[in-house]
T-cell receptor, first 115, second 114 residues
Framework: AQSVSQHNHHVILSEAASLELGCNYS??????LFWYVQYPGQHLQLLLK??????LVKGIKGFEAEFIKSKFSFNLRKPSVQWSDTAEYFC?????????????FGAGTRLTVKP | KAGVTQTPRYLIKTRGQQVTLSCSPI?????VSWYQQTPGQGLQFLFE???????NKGNFPGRFSGRQFSNSRSEMNVSTLELGDSALYLC?????????????FGSGTRLTVV
């Protein structure tokens, strides 16, 4: 069955540490990939997206993600986290073979950044 | 421009009742999707509507239904509520172009079933 896996359930980092959150998907064929963030008490916001082209995608707030097709991965990275990055992060996959807007989400990774 | 608006923000219902949640998408967005978010299951896709038609449906029982109006506003209905239906229900809208642009989410309706 098609799925989206986020292996880290909860990540705790100190400020200025580097971040990498894993995301793997099991869809074959063309996929569109997204990372969303949910800050405490706020709604989900789009961080970045990948459709095609350069596999290194830059998003808002210094985040970036790399699409590695051979590994079915789309990991999120940030060189130096801040306390304000404390949030839950969701990876999402859209497989156009189904329809344009059916998006499946991973279980989420909670990031806690200690000041 | 106004974001995705969901009403009500909070709702408490008793088992067996039915509930209707409302979602107004961003102006110009014709696709509306609904998700259920719970701590244990994460974000689960309910269904998506485009031009008043349900385009896709997730793995939820028939008690969960929805519809979309000509102005793209959408409602979802849950009948015969169960305790396990307690969750944050999220609506997301998008432009529904050939290439998905990603969703804009509303703040959600938190439903508590007692």
């Amino acid at each position: 069955a098609q799925s989206v896996s986020q292996h880290n359930h909860h990540v705790i980092l100190s400020e200025a540490a580097s971040l990498e959150l894993g995301c793997n998907y099991s869809y074959g064929g063309t996929v569109n990939l997204f990372w969303y963030v949910q800050y405490p008490g706020q709604h989900l916001q789009l961080l970045l997206k990948y459709f095609s082209g350069d596999p290194l995608v830059k998003g808002i707030k210094g985040f970036e993600a790399e699409f590695i097709k051979s590994k079915f991965s789309f990991n999120l990275r940030k060189p130096s986290v801040q306390w304000s990055d404390t949030a839950e992060y969701f990876c999402a996959v859209n497989a156009p073979i189904y329809n344009n807007n059916d998006m499946r989400f991973g279980a989420g990774t909670r990031l806690t950044v200690k000041p | 421009k106004a974001g995705v608006t969901q009403t009500p923000r909070y709702l408490i219902k008793t088992r067996g009742q039915q509930v209707t949640l409302s979602c107004s998408p961003i102006s110009g967005h014709r696709s509306v999707s609904w998700y259920q978010q719970t701590p244990g299951q994460g974000l689960q896709f309910l269904f998506e509507y485009f031009s008043e038609t349900q385009r896709n449906k997730g793995n939820f029982p028939g008690r969960f239904s929805g519809r979309q109006f000509s102005n793209s506003r959408s409602e979802m209905n849950v009948s015969t509520l169960e305790l396990g239906d307690s969750a944050l229900y999220l609506c997301a809208s998008s432009l529904a172009t050939r290439r998905p642009q990603g969703y804009t989410f509303g703040s959600g309706t938190r439903l508590t079933v007692v």
